[in-house]
């Protein structure tokens, strides 16, 4: 099992210590964690750079260490008793939205054979990033850089930007490498490099190009309140409210989100905005990658919903937020934190699901509550206080997101 974690692409280590693995090893699976880069040491596009490729693209460098560490797990792994034929990767997050790249990658293909995903946003990123640009609209960052840096003039920008320090990047690229949030500079998006990420992901998945392999994908019943937070930070105003849904999809569409997303005040904008992301962005992109999955592919999928708050500050906070699963996906819950009994019940059920379906493609078994593979009813297993599988998660919001964004089930 490969972990790719999160971090919006700008932050992250799989030094981790909530991703230590040992408690998902004892259930006769080898955990990998691995680093990629990140920021504009990761996604930063440049024509120069281009030139210098032999497939002509440059950006997405944090896509292909991931490939690379794949094709080392597939060359190495059987030294350390695993199997090179039976190679799942997992990732939260931008993890998981790495995943669904990694699907549809040419370069990953064959590099694994089951994929989980845990709380990816949808690729269109139109809620709460650019979208994935273009190569040439990817250029404009690492030519912002270039000035930033005070490269621009160079004969050689390239040369002369590699000649900067790791920290004089960083403080050009707007990051505040000292906070605690992630940082909030210039973005470096995955971009539609023609290589790595051949199209918009979405046609890909549209077309059947995705590799053929079982799939377990979800979201948390709460993973839009982080960034609902943000917002009201930002002390958005319910008059503002409308031209920032209707920009982030358009007047019509937008009109339609709004009616079934309102608010009457300002203190109902950020929580609104929360429940819009968990179900309209996490939510939708599950259930589209598992729709896709079955009608353009032989194999299954299975999706779930994270459902419990944890007995933590963050929970008090912000519920059962994003990333609120992965402490109970690895079994790491320090009673420090406020874990318990119940915590630890549910955490050895996902393990056993996690596990389950990384060594066989089906999370079943094990005398666990029955996890039905997804189907024309939108099956799915609520994972929490209670596990029980249900049907429908989110269907009235999510059919909008199809509508707005197509793919999927209408």
């Known amino acids: ?31 990998v964690t691995m680093n990629y880069r990140v920021g504009m040491f990761g996604f930063m596009a440049h024509p120069e750079l281009s030139k210098e490729s032999a497939h002509k693209s440059s950006g997405n460098y944090g896509l292909m260490d991931m490939i690379q560490a794949l094709k080392w797990v597939k060359n190495n ?7 090179p034929g039976n190679v799942t990767v997992f990732g939260q997050s931008s993890g998981a939205e790495s995943v669904q790249y990694l699907l549809v990658s040419p370069p990953a293909k064959g590099l694994f054979q089951r994929a989980i995903s845990e709380s990816g946003p949808r690729w269109h990123y139109g809620w709460i990033s650019p979208m994935n640009p273009t190569l040439d609209a990817a250029y404009k960052t690492g030519e912002q ?6 490269c621009a003039n160079a004969s ?9 320090t790791s920290d004089e990047v960083l403080k050009a690229a707007g990051y505040n490498v000292l906070a605690s949030d992630p940082p909030v500079g210039i973005q470096a998006a995955v971009n539609v490099d023609g290589w790595v990420v051949p199209e918009v992901p979405e046609k890909l998945f549209n077309a059947g190009k995705q590799q053929d392999v079982p799939v377990l994908i979800g979201s948390n019943k709460d993973d839009g309140t982080l960034f609902g937070a943000i917002v009201g930070k930002n002390n958005i105003t319910v008059a503002q409210y409308p031209a920032i849904i209707k920009g982030a999809v358009g007047d019509a569409s937008g009109a339609e989100v709004v009616s079934m997303f309102p608010v009457t005040s300002n203190a109902q904008v950020a929580p609104t905005v929360s429940s819009l992301l968990t179900e309209m962005d996490f939510a939708s992109c599950a259930r589209y990658v598992c729709q896709s999955t079955i009608t353009k592919t032989r194999s299954k999928a299975f999706l779930y919903q994270f459902t419990r708050v944890p007995p933590t500050q963050a929970g008090a906070l912000l519920g059962c937020c ?21 915590d630890t019940a549910i955490s050895n059920a996902m393990i056993g699901y996690w596990t389950r379906f990384a060594k066989t493609g089906d999370p079943n078994g094990g005398g666990s509550t029955a996890w039905p593979a997804y189907g024309s009813t939108d099956q799915n297993l609520e994972i929490g206080d209670q596990i029980q599988p249900g049907t429908g998660l989110f269907k009235t919001q999510i059919d909008l997101s199809v509508k707005i964004y197509g793919g999927g089930k209408p």
């Open 322 to 342: 994003h990333s609120a699963e992965i402490q109970y996906v690895f079994g790491n819950l320090p009673a420090s934190e406020g874990y318990g009994p119940k």
């Open 145 to 150: 850089m270039a000035v930033n840096l005070g």
């Open 156 to 164: 050689d920008q390239i040369a002369a930007m590699r000649a900067k």
């Open 1 to 31: 099992m490969v972990w790719i974690y999160g971090g919006a692409f700008t932050t992250g280590s799989g030094s981790d210590p909530r991703f230590v693995g040992t408690n998902l090893t004892r259930q006769g699976v080898i955990v």
């Open 77 to 83: 792994i059987k030294g350390f008793g695993g199997d």
